[in-house]
């Protein structure tokens, strides 16, 4: 049976209900084309350019952060995106809108922020991370924006869109920001961005103690937890369990839906722990926001139109899966479990060393070469990275990260070479599936 079988008679059954709605307005002949033979060659021959892709859905894909979203968001997307509301006014939408509000009040609660934050999904973290860098901005005009040469590379490049002085904090080996950098240059400082699980190796930055700084030199923090935030469901089984229950502590948060939310691409959330922040936003159009006197949320946000069928398949996921440890919370849970597992075999393994242990749930790792040399090591990653995708039925999808030569060779003292950066092997086990494959995962790879 195909594994989309299920779905199809609630999917028809949903299709025929707006049907009858759609049929209370009147009857109307639609200007559509109605050549089905002609749309039906069409869809087979795009199903056929989809087989192009990446096995996304399989756990022997543990390569970028990819997966399919979960059923019950692509058929709560595909039903709303026949009717096609824009959130960004309720005039556009009001079903949806509500939904997009329903949902922010979930996510505002999870971070603890409470009943008062202002927010709003975004059609991706990288506009959710531009939006909150620009409130930055209007609060401290001048300052710099500070990240850590960890934080996404989309922080100063929207430092350059919003003409904002951008100032880089260095880290060590480990990953960790330099504190004593921050508190040289906490006068230049309006903002830092904590960037609660890179994308790189999902490390999780100090938030509690950069707070501290902050609380004492008056400077604000942003929490770029696009990747991570989710994670804060479960927070007691994390490593740095104290950083994620100070989440809160951020005047500003970013969320990605479409990362470890189960949602489609694009769906971003930005969130603000003081509302008065909306003022940055203020404008007026002359024909959008007529239908109500509450706060439409295109009035909050530098994007205008927005699918509200991104609103739609985020709720409805969260009916199902809700914002807590025994809901999404346990996919969250497999995925880490995975992470671990995985990074305990590498490190018992004879033949591949372990980089870094998981703070969530991603694992760089490398084979040993026979030759101690960093362009062995590279030579031997790119070959292990291109073996796995030979094969379909036994085969693995990994990624290669560069760090640092000199942070490589902090930790392991015995290679030699002169090469700028080190190529490493990167698992995101971001996929519940994850949890039940390790095993059939490392005899693939031969750890």
């Known amino acids: 049976m195909n594994r989309f079988t299920p779905y199809l008679p609630i999917l028809e059954k949903a299709l025929h209900k707006l049907d009858v709605w759609r049929s209370s307005f009147g009857d109307i002949e639609t200007g559509f084309s109605t050549d089905l033979n002609q749309l039906e060659e069409i869809i087979l021959t795009l199903e056929k350019r989809l087989e192009g892709n990446y096995p996304f859905h399989h756990p022997q894909y543990a390569g970028q ?11 709560a997307y595909l039903i709303t995106a026949t009717v096609n509301p824009n959130n960004h006014a309720l005039d556009g939408g009001p079903p949806t809108s509500e939904m997009e509000k329903e949902v922010i009040s979930d996510l505002a609660e999870m971070v603890g922020y409470g009943n008062n934050a202002l927010g709003h999904l975004t059609s991706a973290g990288t506009i959710a991370n531009l939006e909150a860098l620009f409130v930055a901005r209007e609060l401290h005009p001048g300052k710099a924006i500070a990240a850590t040469a ?10 350059r869109v919003l003409n904002t002085p951008f100032l880089e904090i260095p880290v060590n080996e480990r990953g960790e920001p330099d504190l004593e950098f921050i ?16 994308t790189g190796l999902g490390y999780t930055e100090p938030l509690k ?47 990605d839906p479409h990362k470890h ?3 489609p691409y694009g769906c971003g959330s930005v969130l603000y722990k003081d509302p008065s922040v909306g003022k940055f936003f203020k404008h007026d159009s002359p024909y959008t926001y007529f239908t109500s006197e509450e706060l439409h949320l295109g009035e909050i946000s530098l994007e205008c139109s927005r699918a509200g069928a991104s609103a739609a398949a985020f709720w409805a996921t969260l009916q199902l899966l809700p914002l ?14 995975a992470a671990v597992r995985f990074a305990e075999k590498v ?33 031997l990653s790119k070959s292990v990275f291109e073996e796995g995708m030979k094969s379909k039925e036994n085969g693995y999808h990994l990624s290669l990260f560069k760090v640092p030569s000199a942070h490589f060779l902090k ?37």
């Open 65 to 75: 952060m990819l997966k399919p979203p979960h059923p019950i968001a692509w058929l």
């Open 150 to 159: 960890n934080a996404h590379y989309t922080h100063r490049r929207m430092c």
């Open 183 to 198: 508190n040289h240059h906490h006068s230049e400082i309006g903002t830092i961005v904590v960037t609660m699980g890179t």
């Open 209 to 255: 103690k950069i707070s501290e700084l902050t609380g004492i030199n008056g400077v604000r923090i942003h929490a770029d937890a696009a990747y991570g935030g989710f994670f804060r469901l479960i927070t007691d089984e994390l490593p740095k369990s104290s950083d994620w229950k100070s989440l809160h502590l951020a005047d500003s948060i970013v969320i």
């Open 261 to 263: 939310g189960l949602q």
């Open 324 to 337: 807590n440890r025994n809901g999404l919370g346990s996919i969250l849970l497999k995925a880490r479990n």
């Open 347 to 379: 490190d018992k393994s004879p033949r591949f060393e372990l980089y870094n242990k998981p703070d969530l749930d991603i694992v760089a790792y490398f084979k040993e070469p026979h030759m101690r040399t960093l362009s062995e090591l590279n030579r």
């Open 411 to 447: 930790q392991f003292p015995h290679y030699s070479g002169e090469e700028e950066s080190v190529t490493i092997l990167r698992s995101v086990f971001m996929k519940e599936e994850h949890e039940a494959f390790i095993d059939e995962l490392a005899e693939r790879l031969g750890l």
